[in-house]
């Protein structure tokens, strides 16, 4: 790297990781109209917390490509630029995320970040590295408690409870397990039902703390991802144009027992909101008709090496394309700065189909 690449890149890392933390010493007002957002998850939402955890240098994304778009340097984002919870913080008028893990000060009456690539829900799942759903919820009790220090238990109470919780989990470990390959009906209901039983620990403990408004980001269409089409057809899956119908049916039932866990805890629990957006289904019909809404290739990776770019993106000898815009995915799991964009306008004031039973722009403005 020149010295002048060099300096630019510190230059960038100063103004993106620095200055929005500064205005938090010494000022800890709640803001006129509140706009807090706690976010839980995985690489989808990862700002780049990974960075900042024991974890091999390739499950960082702080390596180039990874950033090019936007910040036109790696920030840990598993994208060529802002993810989804990137652009909701711009429809917030709040600034882009800082990993928590960072060091230095955080503005937290904005809320925080605490997802990791590779988290997973279950213990089993959870290998040594990323900041599993458990951690994480673990971090923000944290957070909750350092509020009520900073402003008092009455303000931070309502904080809370006027605050979003945003999560996207439970992919890594639908992913991780082999019931998918070898498994019954039965064997894969059980499995969602343990990841399901451990989301809805996690909402109640968030609950507990204050917590009234959830949104959920369903999982997507695993067995369409250019990793697990790449990786099906090296094992002898006889079709480069399919999808993985097993792992999209685990998807689905893992779907169907999120939104039913909800509707539940909805009559259990005093004032719990929520939304469910359909990630799945709007990501897959980009993928299926791409040219609908101005990408020219859904199936395989901008970045990467294999068949269609599944795997190896940064890690030479892979492929980058020449404009990320122009497709879907970026890597083998994970989408595009503009398909974030377009997916995140669906979060924001998305109608029913979209996102129900509420936008996210409503459930912010719910009492």
């Known amino acids: 790297m020149s010295c002048l690449s060099f300096l630019t890149y510190v230059l960038m890392m100063f103004f993106l990781f620095i200055v929005p933390a500064a205005s938090s010493k010494g000022d800890h007002r709640v803001p006129s109209k509140h706009v807090a957002l706690f976010v839980f998850g995985d690489s989808v939402f990862d700002p780049g917390n990974n960075q900042f955890r024991n974890i091999p240098n390739d499950s960082k994304a702080n390596f180039w490509p990874y950033g090019e778009t936007f910040f036109h340097f790696p920030t840990g984002r598993y994208t060529d630029g802002r993810i989804l919870p990137d652009f909701l913080s711009i429809c917030l008028k709040i600034p882009l995320w800082k990993p ?11 809320g925080a970040n605490f997802a990791s690539g590779g988290a997973a829900v279950l213990p089993e799942y959870s290998y040594e590295g990323p900041a599993s759903f458990s951690e994480q919820l673990s971090y923000f009790e944290d957070v909750a408690g350092l509020l009520k220090k900073q402003i008092g238990d009455e303000e931070a109470k309502k904080m809370l409870t006027e605050a979003v919780y945003l999560s996207s989990i439970g992919g890594i470990d639908l992913l991780a397990s082999e019931v998918y390959i ?109 040219a609908e809404y101005g990408f020219k290739e859904g199936f395989i990776g901008c970045c990467g ?25 970026f890597d083998g799991g994970h989408p595009t700065e503009h398909a974030y964009a377009q997916l995140a306008k669906l979060v924001w004031k998305g109608g029913p189909k979209a996102t129900k039973p509420f936008n996210m722009k409503q459930l912010f403005e719910l009492d």
């Open 100 to 110: 928590y893990l960072a060091p230095g000060k955080h503005y937290l009456l904005h």
């Open 182 to 290: 070898n498994g019954t009906q039965a064997q894969r209901q059980e499995l969602v039902n343990m990841v399901i039983g451990n989301i809805t620990l996690g909402i109640k403990k968030i609950y507990a703390v204050g917590g009234r408004k959830f949104a959920f980001q369903n999982v997507g269409p695993l067995g369409c991802m250019p990793a697990v089409r790449q990786e099906a057809l090296q094992e002898g899956f006889n079709s480069s144009d399919a999808c993985y119908e097993e792992l999209l049916n685990l998807a689905t039932l893992h779907n169907d027992a999120l939104a039913k866990a909800n509707k539940e805890l909805e009559t259990q629990l005093p004032g719990f909101k929520y939304l469910i957006y359909d990630y799945y289904n709007f990501l897959l019909d980009r993928m299926k008709n791409p």
């Open 305 to 329: 090496n294999g068949t269609f770019r599944g795997s190896g993106c940064g890690v030479k000898p892979y492929e980058l394309c020449s404009e990320p815009s122009e497709y879907v995915w």
